[in-house]
Structure formats: C-alpha cells, structure tokens
Nanobody, 120 residues
Framework: QVQLVESGGGLAQPGGFLRLSCAAS????????MGWYRQAPGKQRELVAV???????NYADSVKGRFTISRDNAKNTVYLQMNSLKPEDTAVYYC??????????????WGQGTQVTVSS
C-alpha cells in the first residue's frame, strides 16, 4: 500500500502565495513522476504541474511563471509553490505519484485533496 498525504492548502488573497506539500509513504521501491492536479467546482480535473524523478518539469499554461513544482527524492515528497495567486486558482488540489512498489507493481496513486481558496 502507498499513501499520499497533502498539506498546505487554505485561504489566500489575490496576489498572495501558498505552498503545498505531498509526502508519499508505504511500500515504495521508487517513484517516477509526481504531480499536482486541481479540480474546480463544475469542472474536470486538470494537470497543474508534473516533475520526473530526474527533475524535468511541465506546467499548465495557466500557471507558468507563477507556480513552481519541486521534489525531495530522499523524502518522497513533492511541493508546489504557488505565487501571484488568482481567484481562478481556487480548486481542490490533488497530489499524484507514479510508484513502483516493493512488489514490483507500477501504479498511480492519489492524495485525498487539499482545498485552495483565493479570495479577498
């Protein structure tokens, strides 16, 4: 079993910042890509940012230049630094990790989600 636990969501003002963290634990042999997705009310879940084990990153156009994804491989943790927040960034943010387990099974795992609200 693999668990992803997110933290760091909350309320921020427009132009403000938040930092999300997601720690993976359990029967992990290695983790390939880790990423952040978000889902706003009435909308589909969308990719925000993804980072490979080697550090290559990819961002949604809507967050480029404002959000930064990073990871600490030793801690199996991924971060999302969100700056210059906008009301349209309001959503539930989900962490995702593509894990090779100790039983040599490849699977994608999700966190429980953390609410980010941007409002004055």
């Amino acid at each position: 079993q693999v668990q992803l636990v997110e933290s760091g969501g909350g309320l921020a003002q427009p132009g403000g910042f938040l930092r999300l963290s997601c720690a993976a634990s359990g029967s992990i042999f290695s983790i390939n890509a880790m990423g952040w997705y978000r889902q706003a009310p009435g909308k589909q879940r969308e990719l925000v940012a993804v980072i490979t084990s080697g550090g290559s990153t990819n961002y949604a156009d809507s967050v480029k230049g404002r959000f930064t994804i990073s990871r600490d491989n030793a801690k199996n943790t991924v971060y999302l630094q969100m700056n210059s927040l906008k009301p349209e960034d309001t959503a539930v943010y989900y962490c995702s990790a593509h894990v090779l387990t100790t039983t040599l099974r490849n699977d994608n795992y999700w966190g429980q989600g953390t609410q980010v609200t941007v409002s004055s």
